[in-house]
């Protein structure tokens, strides 16, 4: 059964407990940033972190993080790290995930107002300045958080029936880049509703890329190429396109 804790300032009532999922590959300084803010949930949050070979002293850090962690000797596909670490959250019997890049920071209500969305799969949305994330409560007055079928799959709120339903996202995808595109199209045909609302949180945008080596740089380039090629094999079209949108119809 979930674990239940009661919400600071509440007249305890009782919420769900969270957990929380980074995968990381170097970029240490951003993992610490993304990790902090996700302690500063205003409801109760488990913390997994995927570190996905990294060599950059990561593994030496997250030893005394108290999160839970999943080592991995070798570079895995962005994809492979979701699935194992939501494979392990689902067993040990969590109903909803809050996936994160470590690029990003998060609004200290993010998870709770995503979880209260109640859908199965909902995300928040990136904005690029920290003047924009507004101030934790400025959305409880409001009636409506928007919603659009948008998701973004930087900062994403996923519940077991997703997977149940469509499946795990697509591993041969490596190292990353269009097998959020791909999950998308899946979830849609098979009637799994995916949206984006007014949450914002701060994406440092592309600041794992800009800060890797050149080899790796040029590594994710040829492997983000050849996805995008996977992708129009399977699909008749690229994402980013009139052609694509129209999968959604």
Known sequence: MEETATLRGSEDRPVERGSILFTCRDN?????TAVESARQQDIPCDILIVD?????GTKQWLVGQHVAVISLPVQESLAACWN???QALFQAGRSHVLVCNTDIELRPDAYRLLLAHGG?????VSVDSSDRLGTPGDRE???????????????FLIRPEVTDKVGWFNETYY????????????MHRAGVPAVCIDVPFLHHGSATIKNASMSERNMIARGAAANREKFRREYGCLPGTPEYQDLFR
Do not use: I, Q, W, Y
Request: glycine content about 4%; overall charge negative; charged content about 25%.
């Open 28 to 32: 240490l300084h951003l993992t610490k």
């Open 52 to 56: 996905n070979a990294s060599t950059d």
């Open 84 to 86: 194992l670490g939501l």
């Open 120 to 124: 199965p799969f909902v995300s928040c």
């Open 141 to 155: 007055a409001r009636e409506d958080l928007g919603e659009r079928p948008h998701p973004d799959f930087s900062c």
């Open 175 to 186: 190292p990353a880049f269009v097998e959020d595109c791909e999950m998308h199209v899946r």
